[in-house]
């Protein structure tokens, strides 16, 4: 099978399963138990997906986190405080970039 | 004796235009919330054109990828796994399992999409990604009518695609020379947060995300993929339990 094909055949995938109940099951009326289910979608998922954002940034040594941990402090402070998305993933650059030359300086201190 | 009416056609009508046109300022407030997410994932999607580049996989075949599965994640996933010379069942079974947490975002928008016309429903998926679900879902519960909110995720949806696909094309050019200065990669993580916040009013919330977040990472570094779907569910899971129903 060629790559082209694979390719495409995860796009018709990727669209079925986004499709899959918002085509095929919008017309049913779900029990009340589903929907109080899927009313935590938004803070489950994001939750979940942001954890395992961060999973991949972590090589293993514990004191590379630090500038990680301080940028997500940074956005959480920011995303509380002023409730935009511009802000918060500026605050948290800026925090990580500083936090990770810091580290590198101390590093070459020790 | 039989009458036959000609008013049938009329009786019917479809109003088209209204069903079909969007809404101005509902497309304004989709591009101005979209507009910070844009600037986040630019970099994403240059990563991808750098990672396609960087692949074994040829460039064109690469960064069609971006227009057919628009989606980061599987995208990446599907190339690394063909990029290593993987099989095209395995490379196709990671890119779906990396996705699979789209299918609770369709079942959540299940309900509230449900009115909407048929056309909406085949098309809204495809642009389904994390942020426009986290963006659309803090809108709906605004009270605004099917017409706004299909204008308003249609605007957001379309600014994404007219971004992520072009930039993507540009990874695959510039990838391998960019330079790593600014650490604009953090932004992903930084947006995450910032659709997340807003969502965690109450116990039940903060504990869906925690409870996921945890049981992500558990399954995740164990079972590539759906460590996502399995720790969102069991965060809504937990939510469910602790709200108490309904009152």
Redesign the interface.
């Given at each position: 099978v060629s790559d082209a094909i694979v390719i495409v055949l995860a796009g018709l995938g990727t669209w079925a399963l986004r499709a899959s109940f918002i085509v095929f099951a919008a017309q049913r009326a779900m029990p009340s138990a589903v929907d109080r289910f899927l009313a935590y979608a938004r803070p489950a998922m994001l939750g979940a997906l942001l954890a395992g954002v961060m999973a991949t940034r972590v090589d293993g040594v514990a004191v590379t986190l630090v500038p990680e941990l301080a940028g997500l402090v940074a956005a959480v402070l920011a995303a509380w405080r002023t409730r935009n998305l511009a802000w918060t993933a500026a605050s948290a650059i800026v925090v990580f970039a500083v936090a990770e030359r810091a580290l590198a300086g101390i590093e070459r201190l020790l | 004796m039989a009458i036959i009416s000609f008013d049938v056609p009329q009786t019917q009508h479809i109003d088209w235009t209204g069903r079909l046109a969007l809404r101005g300022d509902a497309v304004r407030t989709g591009l101005r919330d979209i507009?910070?997410?844009l600037?986040?994932i630019f970099p994403g999607a240059v990563a991808v054109g750098a990672a396609v580049a960087d692949s074994q996989?040829?460039n064109f075949?690469?960064w069609?990828?971006a227009p057919?599965?628009?989606?980061g994640s599987?995208?990446i996933a599907?190339i690394s796994v063909?990029g290593v010379g993987g099989s095209?069942l395995a490379?196709?079974g990671t890119?779906?399992a990396v996705?699979?947490?789209?299918?609770?975002?369709?079942?959540?928008?299940?309900?509230p999409?449900?009115a909407?016309p048929?056309w909406f429903?085949?098309l809204?998926?495809?642009f389904?990604i994390?942020q426009l679900?986290?963006l659309a879902?803090?809108r709906m519960t605004e009270g605004r009518d099917e017409a706004w909110l299909r204008s308003y995720y249609l605007a957001a949806g379309i600014a994404v695609w007219l971004l992520w696909v072009p930039a993507v094309a540009l990874g695959v050019g510039i990838g391998p020379v960019l330079p790593r200065g600014?650490?604009?990669d953090?932004?992903?993580?930084?947006?995450?947060?910032?659709?997340?916040?807003?969502?965690?009013r109450g116990r039940?919330?903060?504990s869906?995300?925690?409870?996921?977040?945890?049981?992500?990472?558990a399954i995740?570094?164990t079972v590539p993929g759906v460590?996502?779907?399995i720790?969102?569910?069991?965060?809504?899971?937990v939510?469910?339990a602790m709200?108490g129903?309904?009152r």
């Open positions: - | 507009a910070p997410i600037a986040g996989v040829s075949v690469g069609l990828g057919v599965i628009f989606a599987a995208h599907a063909l095209a490379a196709l890119a779906l996705n699979s947490r789209t299918a609770v975002y369709s079942a959540a928008l299940s309900r999409f449900s909407q048929l429903r085949l809204a998926p495809y389904l994390d679900f986290a879902t803090g600014v650490p604009i953090f932004a992903l993580p930084a947006l995450v947060v910032g659709l997340l916040v807003p969502a965690l039940p919330n903060l869906a995300a925690v409870v996921a977040a945890a049981v992500s990472v995740g570094s460590g996502f779907l720790g969102g569910l069991a965060g809504m899971g939510a469910m709200d129903g309904p």
